[in-house]
Structures are given as C-alpha cells and as structure tokens.
T-cell receptor
Framework: KQEVTQIPAALSVPEGENLVLNCSFTDSAIYNLQWFRQDPGKGLTSLLLIQSSQREQTSGRLNASLDKSSGRSTLYIAASQPGDSATYLCAVSVLSAGANSKLTFGKGITLSVRP | DAGITQSPRHKVTETGTPVTLRCHQTENHRYMYWYRQDPGHGLRLIHYSYGVKDTDKGEVSDGYSVSRSKTEDFLLTLESATSSQTSVYFC?????????????FGPGTRLTVL
C-alpha cells in the first residue's frame, strides 16, 4: 500500500527565507506527483504536477522536484512571504484496484511565514 | 474555484439519520471524487466516478454510497450517520484520470454528527 509522508508537520520561518518542503513515498510505481496548497477552512488548490518521466516543474517562486527512484519530492519556495502561509500537501497518483488511478495524500506541512 | 459548489456547506445531524451531500460542477468534467479530511488522517478518498452511472470505491467507503445520474452532479449519502463520520467532506473534479490530470477541489462541507 502506498504511503506518503511529510515531515515536519509544521514549520515557521521569517519572511524572505528560501525554504524546502519534503515529501516521501513508499512505492515508486507512480504516474505523477502533485503539490497542493490549502488555506484554513478552504479546499485544496493545485500548485504543480510532475509526471513520472519528469524531474521538476516550476511556477513562479515555486519549484518542485521528483526523484522517483528514491521516493522523494521537494517543493522549493523562494523568498517566502506571509501570504505563503498555508498547509502544503503532496499526493502521488497510483493505479487503484478498479483499474482507475487515484491520489494518495500526505498529511501536509503547515507553513507559517513571520513578517 | 473551477465551477464546483458543495451543498450544504455546514450540517449538524443526529446519529442514525440519513444525510446527503451534493457536489455540482459547471465544467462538464468526466471525473468526480469525494474525500474526507480528518486531523491525523489527512485526506482520504471515499468514492469516485469516472462517468455517469460509473462509480467505484475508495479506501474509506464503508457507510457511504454515491450516485451520479447527471454529469454535473455527484451525491454522497450517509445512510445512517455515525459520530465517526463527523468530518470535512471535499468534492473534486478532473478532466481526465489522476494519472495525467490534476484535481480541482470544492470548498468543503463540514458535517457534525451528534
């Protein structure tokens, strides 16, 4: 069974710092890895999707990398801002028993960026 | 918000009562999903649909049923609600399967079962 781990559960940094959020997964047979952002009381917003054949994806100040063989992904946030404060979840896409793929989520990292 | 609405947004009910949550989309996406989110467990898939009348179970489907009679609506029913089903429920949609496409999430429904 695929398991996705995100450690630590919470992180607090000063504004302007570059930071890395980590995600690990146990089974390397994935279709893709996705990073989401969740603000308190809201649904999830997709940030980046990395296909299994890719090594990284970039969007603005965000860069996500994928090392499928080691079961790891990182989300790099450059020049963090208070508006980046949120919970960041990673999810991997795997083939489910019903021959349809599904996402398995980590529990998320709650990031607080101090002004 | 990718044209997804969930209703109701908040509901308090009593143990043993039936509850139906509705997810409505305006995007005509083929795939729809129901998740629950709980502290300590993260987000877990309950049921999903890959077309009208085509549904399948997720990892925590016991006690839940779903129906999709139209592309735009995906209903989640708790036949007899229990306190363990107190949670925040999210609907999501995608154009294609999770192997190629991301998912767009609704705002969530907070359900409390007393």
């Amino acid at each position: 069974k695929q398991e996705v781990t995100q450690i630590p559960a919470a992180l607090s940094v000063p504004e302007g710092e570059n930071l890395v959020l980590n995600c690990s997964f146990t089974d390397s047979a994935i279709y893709n890895l996705q990073w989401f952002r969740q603000d308190p009381g809201k649904g999830l917003t997709s940030l980046l999707l990395i296909q299994s054949s890719q090594r990284e994806q970039t969007s603005g100040r965000l860069n996500a990398s994928l090392d499928k063989s080691s079961g790891r992904s990182t989300l790099y946030i450059a020049a963090s801002q208070p508006g980046d404060s949120a919970t960041y979840l990673c999810a991997v896409s795997v083939l489910s028993a019903g021959a349809n793929s599904k996402l398995t989520f980590g529990k998320g990292i709650t990031l607080s960026v101090r002004p | 918000d990718a044209g997804i609405t969930q209703s109701p947004r908040h509901k308090v009910t009593e143990t043993g009562t039936p509850v139906t949550l509705r997810c409505h989309q305006t995007e005509n996406h083929r795939y729809m999903y129901w998740y629950r989110q709980d502290p300590g467990h993260g987000l877990r898939l309950i049921h999903y649909s890959y077309g009208v009348k085509d549904t399948d179970k997720g990892e925590v489907s016991d006690g839940y049923s779903v129906s999709r009679s139209k592309t735009e609506d995906f209903l989640l029913t708790l036949e007899s609600a229990t306190s363990s089903q107190t949670s925040v429920y999210f609907c999501a949609i995608s154009r294609a399967g999770a192997e190629v496409d991301t998912q767009y999430f609704g705002p969530g429904t907070r359900l409390t079962v007393l």
